[in-house]
């Protein structure tokens, strides 16, 4: 629909006539913004939007900031200070190599917003052309036409077009207008999506820029590499959201052509103006940056948008990933060569393989214990470090496979290395894990960055491995003696309001990164407990930490990191937190943990791509052509983003552990952002997957390189591909095919465990079942997993069709691969299925 507008015409150019003393002012049924003649310029005198039906008045602007530099910034790192005014010195320490240079950009001052001179101005004249008020200005170093409209298409949204002239050689940097500012105590939200969200301004440096705990209260430029969707925004108290959206391709195309352009800088995000005014501000070239450098007569044009609704945050935020940059629209533009079924099935065979999945068994005390090599960064790690990374995935796999290999040479192991890997030295730090990683050369285990202990690594490697196991053999008595001591010391270490420390030094016991708090699901462990030892003093425990992350992390958008090499800045630890409340809720039935879950859930949203819109170009990656959409980052989520996280050098991750939890939030809101999210992640990777074992590269920058050092990585993609593609049974099904969650995996995200306990399918109870060679489909849209019902004599087979076309298709089925005989079926199945639709078949035996 059209929507009209009105619009008066002045100008105002020096030597011409004013046609009329009046405003020029762009209006529709939303939107009034109205600018006045002033001795400085064309001020907005009136900027408004319809709430209820009345008009609502912003504090409006209307000013207009260039940024110059007659010689290319300094890239000399400033000083910066923390929370007391005391300049930061020796941070981070030498040891986190891999997030030095992040560092030394985030404290340049381009980034600080400190670089070049700024010109703020107001136009000089404003005209009429056509649908659009057009303004100019000029000053010593530019000129500057500026063409504003309101949207057709979206009555909330004005579109801009800038256009600048350098008058002189150097850089330059347009940034767009100062529509409107806001007070500290105005904010109900405010954020950059991928960088931090919050309701107040803080002072330290560190925890703002770095752990993105609060605004940063100084007008930080960011830029667009971890920037998840391109839409700083403030959400007032009053319920009015003003975002401003840079056009498509304004941002960089993190693969251009034939090379990584992931770095290069194009876009710079701010919630503040140059003047540290609270305003959202996108500024195009970045000074100093991408074709930022321009000759006296040359020219760059800048688009973009505001939106100005009656409406919270998240409702501005999937405006822009929905309609601007057209998130939805990638499903379609997906193919597939294998299914997710198939790569499971091809990980099987890696992961039983012991060349492959790098698995070693080692003594220690006199006992056999087994696990995966890692040759990743570990402290004091000689090359010699090992890892289980999924128990819960482990023990489902061995089970749902019947797999001797898996029964018989590493689940024995991999419990001893649990066992071993506990403390059980009397004292403080007893029943807590002695570290992640073994290292077979000094026969010890050590934690990833440092001679620490986390006590949310008691909740990881403790609770939820040992809580995993539990489920699939609740008469391990060591287990349980492990679960025991583990959350007993978790209760010992929660202080009186709930909450935990960072970590402890393993020598003093004195607490450490005392600069931050403890915002990560460490409750969880509680949580296990409870479920598994059936002790209310667990629960209690549970419900207060829960309540105080709730109070300080959650409504605060305050979250750490579990990656010590990244010094523990946000990660997939906040999508834990969201399925972690959710089963919280599943057991008391109290609101407040479910409405904390759908809260956490959507600001987990925030650190997944929405940009740039995937198309069908050709490109060259590695020598080989792909197609854009083919190695999009659209979709993907970060390790950790942020000024500073792994996202910035290597782009976003492949391990989509969020996804199932993503179609649970789902079935639970009905927002439709979640659903698109999780199939986006899941689904036409194909071009980051090895092809001779069904393992994707952990990062976005290596493609197709397989697990790399990181072999036990297809533990976690076989869970989280598992919980996915279950969750999307439920859900399509309508509940109908069901089968219980067990616990959330360590450490990378909210997937969780299956196959320790029968389900139902269409009101049968029935136990997951997989086998090598059972089913086959030359259809790789067709993914399935199968279930068994000893009782009823029926075989089931659950059938997804995970395009958004109709599939009709063959499915082949060799009995020989499971001890039952059918009663009449036939060998070979025709199936139709509806878009994004389920089927399941129904194979009775004798």
């Known amino acids: 629909m059209i929507r009209r507008y009105t619009m008066i015409l002045i100008s105002c150019l020096p030597g011409l006539t004013a046609v009329a003393q009046q405003p020029a002012a762009l209006q529709n049924g939303n939107l009034r913004l109205q600018w006045e003649q002033t001795p400085q310029g064309y001020s907005l005198k009136t900027l408004a939007v319809k709430k209820d039906g009345a008009w609502h008045k912003l504090r409006s602007a209307g000013e207009y900031t260039v940024l110059y530099s007659a010689a290319k910034p300094d890239k000399t790192p400033v000083p910066v200070y923390d929370g007391k005014g005391k300049e930061i010195h020796d941070f981070p320490e030498e040891k986190y190599r891999y997030i030095q240079a992040a560092w030394k950009e985030?404290?340049?001052?381009?980034?600080?917003?400190?670089?070049?001179?700024?010109?703020?101005?107001?136009?000089?004249?404003?005209?009429?052309?056509?649908?659009?008020?057009?303004?100019?200005?000029?000053?010593?170093?530019?000129?500057?036409?500026?063409?504003?409209?309101?949207?057709?298409?979206?009555?909330?949204?004005?579109?801009?077009?800038?256009?600048?002239?350098?008058k002189a050689e150097g850089y330059f940097s347009l940034a767009s207008p100062t529509l409107a500012t806001f007070r500290e105590n105005e904010l109900e939200w405010a954020g950059i999506p991928g960088y931090y969200q919050g309701r107040y301004l803080e002072k330290d440096f560190i925890k703002a820029a770095m752990y993105l705990q609060g605004i940063p209260a100084k007008p930080l430029v960011v830029r667009e590499r971890t920037a998840a969707t391109l839409s700083p925004f403030i959400n007032s108290r009053d319920r009015i959201t003003l975002a401003v959206i840079p056009d498509p391709g304004t941002g960089r195309d993190p693969w251009e052509n034939d090379k990584k352009t992931h770095s290069t800088w194009k876009l710079g995000l701010s919630v503040m103006n140059r003047k540290a005014e609270l305003s959202p501000t996108i500024y195009h070239p970045v000074l100093g940056e991408d074709r930022s450098f321009m000759k006296k007569g040359e020219t760059v044009e800048f688009s973009f948008r505001y939106s100005l609704q009656a409406a919270d945050w998240y409702t501005v935020y999937k405006h822009a990933a929905n309609d601007i940059y057209r998130f939805p629209d990638f499903l379609a533009l997906k193919e597939t060569k294998r299914s997710l079924t198939n790569r499971i099935l091809d990980m099987h065979r890696y992961v039983t393989d012991d060349s492959t999945s790098m698995w070693r068994n080692e003594d220690m005390n006199g006992m056999k214990i087994g696990a995966q090599a890692y040759l990743g960064g570990v402290y004091l790690s000689e090359k010699d470090a090992m890892k289980n990374s999924d128990y819960g995935a482990m023990w489902m796999l061995a089970n749902i496979m019947n797999d001797t290999v898996l029964r018989n040479t590493r689940l024995p192991y991999a419990r001893n290395f649990k066992l071993q890997q506990q403390n059980t030295t009397p004292g403080f730090f007893h029943g807590s894990a002695g570290g992640q990683y073994y290292l077979y050369k000094s026969k010890r285990f050590t934690e990833e960055w440092g001679p620490y202990v986390e006590p949310i690594g008691l909740t990881y490697y403790m609770t939820m491995d040992a809580g995993n196991i539990l489920l699939f053999n609740p008469n391990d008595a060591a287990m349980k003696q492990l679960l025991t001591a583990a959350a007993d010391r978790l209760l010992a270490w929660m202080g009186k309001d709930g909450q935990w420390r960072v970590a402890y030094d393993h020598l003093s016991t004195k607490p450490l990164f005392t600069e931050v708090q403890d915002f990560r699901p460490t409750f969880y462990g509680l949580v296990i407990a409870y479920r598994v030892l059936k002790q209310p003093k667990y629960l209690a425990a549970a419900k207060k930490g829960a309540d105080w992350y709730i109070k300080n992390a959650v409504n605060e958008a305050r979250f750490l990191g579990v990656c010590g090499d990244a010094r523990f800045v946000p990660d997939f630890a906040t999508g834990q937190s969201a399925e972690a409340l959710m089963d919280l809720y599943d057991i008391t039935g109290?609101?407040?943990?479910?409405?904390?879950?759908?809260?956490?859930?959507?600001?987990?949203?925030?650190?997944?791509?929405?940009?740039?819109?995937?198309?069908?170009?050709?490109k060259t990656v590695n020598g080989v052509q792909r197609k854009d959409w083919e190695i999009s980052q659209v979709g993907l989520g970060f390790e950790h983003g942020g000024t500073i996280g792994s996202a910035n050098p290597s782009g976003p991750i492949l391990l989509a552990s969020h996804a199932g939890m993503f179609v649970r939030m789902f079935a639970l809101t009905k927002d439709s952002l979640f659903i698109n999210m999780a199939r986006a992640a899941a689904l036409g990777r194909d071009a980051f997957v090895d092809s001779a074992t069904g393992v994707a590269s952990y990062y976005w920058t290596n493609m197709n390189k397989g697990a790399g050092p990181y072999p036990h990585h297809a533990w976690w993609q076989i869970g989280w591909i598992t919980d996915y593609l279950l969750a999307e049974a439920e859900?399509?099904?309508?509940?109908?095919?069901?089968?219980?969650?067990?616990?959330?995996?360590?450490?990378?995200?909210?997937?969780?465990?299956?196959?320790?306990?029968?389900?139902?399918?269409?009101?049968?109870?029935?136990?997951?079942?997989?086998?090598?060679?059972?089913?086959?489909?030359?259809?790789?849209?067709?993914?399935?997993?199968?279930?068994?019902?000893?009782?009823?004599?029926?075989?089931?087979?659950?059938?997804?069709?995970?395009?958004?076309?109709?599939?009709?298709?063959?499915?082949?089925?060799?009995?020989?691969?499971?001890?039952?005989?059918?009663?009449?079926?036939?060998?070979?199945?025709?199936?139709?299925?509806?878009?994004?639709?389920?089927k399941v078949i129904t194979v009775n035996f004798r």
């Not at 489909?777 to 997804?800: H, V």
């Open 106 to 166: 985030l404290t340049q001052g381009v980034q600080l917003n400190t670089a070049g001179e700024a010109y703020h101005f107001r136009p000089a004249s404003a005209t009429a052309g056509g649908d659009s008020l057009v303004f100019k200005a000029e000053n010593a170093v530019a000129e500057i036409t500026a063409v504003w409209r309101n949207d057709p298409a979206f009555a909330t949204d004005i579109q801009v077009r800038m256009t600048l002239r350098a």
């Open 590 to 618: 109290e609101k407040k943990y479910k409405e904390a879950a759908i809260k956490t859930a959507r600001i987990y949203t925030a650190s997944v791509y929405t940009h740039p819109i995937p198309t069908n170009a050709v």
């Open 731 to 838: 859900l399509r099904s309508g509940g109908a095919v069901k089968f219980p969650r067990g616990f959330i995996t360590p450490k990378v995200g909210p997937h969780q465990s299956y196959g320790f306990a029968p389900g139902v399918v269409n009101g049968t109870p029935a136990s997951l079942l997989l086998r090598q060679g059972l089913l086959q489909c030359e259809n790789p849209y067709l993914d399935y997993y199968c279930a068994i019902s000893g009782k009823e004599k029926k075989l089931f087979f659950i059938l997804l069709n995970n395009d958004d076309s109709p599939m009709r298709t063959t499915i082949r089925a060799d009995y020989t691969k499971v001890p039952v005989t059918p009663a009449g079926a036939d060998n070979n199945i025709p199936v139709e299925i509806a878009p994004y639709g389920i």
